[in-house]
T-cell receptor, first 114, second 115 residues
Framework: EAGVVQSPRYKIIEKKQPVAFWCNPISGHNTLYWYRQNLGQGPELLIRYENEEAVDDSQLPKDRFSAERLKGVDSTLKIQPAELGDSAVYLC????????????FGPGTRLTVT | AQSVAQPEDQVNVAEGNPLTVKCTYSVSGNPYLFWYVQYPNRGLQFLLKYITGDNLVKGSYGFEAEFNKSQTSFHLKKPSALVSDSALYFCAVRDPNSGYSTLTFGKGTMLLVSP
């Protein structure tokens, strides 16, 4: 079974530029999460999708961050404009609709804003 | 609100010795508890979970964890450490009464196993 796929793996941009991250969850997983992991910290949830509906986006900085999950499969997280403080690893995770409670994580995108 | 504390930034152990990585939690109800491991430049990998039942749960790569409700702890253990166990370990908690699937993670503990 293929795992969660994320791209790009690394991204370096200048501040005020836009950036987008893409995630393809495990097949059949209807729940998708975006996390941000700052250096030396655990992941923090940005947004959670149930199918194509964003059901928890309370921690998403909506002035500059946006996300979408068209057709309830792939998802894109966008930052516009990026700030120096956005430098972090952005992790995507997915989980199945029933049973197991754990989440399966992709390798992440390491963003550096200069 | 739910929270997780991992009191040690780093744990050092010699190969072949037992290891313990500590985790304490705070939730309003009965918790769902998880351990994840993160290798350099990799995403988090699931190790084990406690949902209900036996307080001692076994997971991947020979790891186990013991749920202690009175001490609100969920320490990760392994009888004999390997150099390849060196990685960053995260404890996470979910409050099932919250109605959401949100996991709250600790800040992580770096495990270093020396040959």
């Amino acid at each position: 079974e293929a795992g969660v796929v994320q791209s790009p793996r690394y991204k370096i941009i200048e501040k005020k530029q836009p950036v987008a991250f893409w995630c393809n969850p495990i097949s059949g997983h209807n729940t998708l999460y975006w996390y941000r992991q700052n250096l030396g910290q655990g992941p923090e949830l940005l947004i959670r999708y149930e199918n194509e509906e964003a059901v928890d986006d309370s921690q998403l900085p909506k002035d500059r961050f946006s996300a979408e999950r068209l057709k309830g499969v792939d998802s894109t997280l966008k930052i516009q404009p990026a700030e120096l403080g956005d430098s972090a690893v952005y992790l995507c995770a997915s989980s199945p609709p029933t049973g197991a409670y754990e989440q399966y994580f992709g390798p992440g995108t390491r963003l550096t804003v200069t | 609100a739910q929270s997780v504390a991992q009191p040690e930034d780093q744990v050092n152990v010699a190969e072949g010795n037992p290891l313990t990585v500590k985790c304490t939690y705070s939730v309003s109800g009965n918790p769902y508890l998880f351990w994840y491991v993160q290798y350099p430049n990799r995403g988090l990998q699931f190790l084990l979970k406690y949902i209900t039942g036996d307080n001692l749960v076994k997971g991947s790569y020979g790891f186990e964890a013991e749920f202690n409700k009175s001490q609100t702890s969920f320490h990760l253990k392994k009888p004999s450490a390997l150099v390849s166990d060196s990685a960053l370990y995260f404890c996470a908690v979910r409050d099932p009464n919250s109605g959401y699937s949100t996991l709250t993670f600790g800040k992580g503990t770096m495990l270093l196993v020396s040959p």
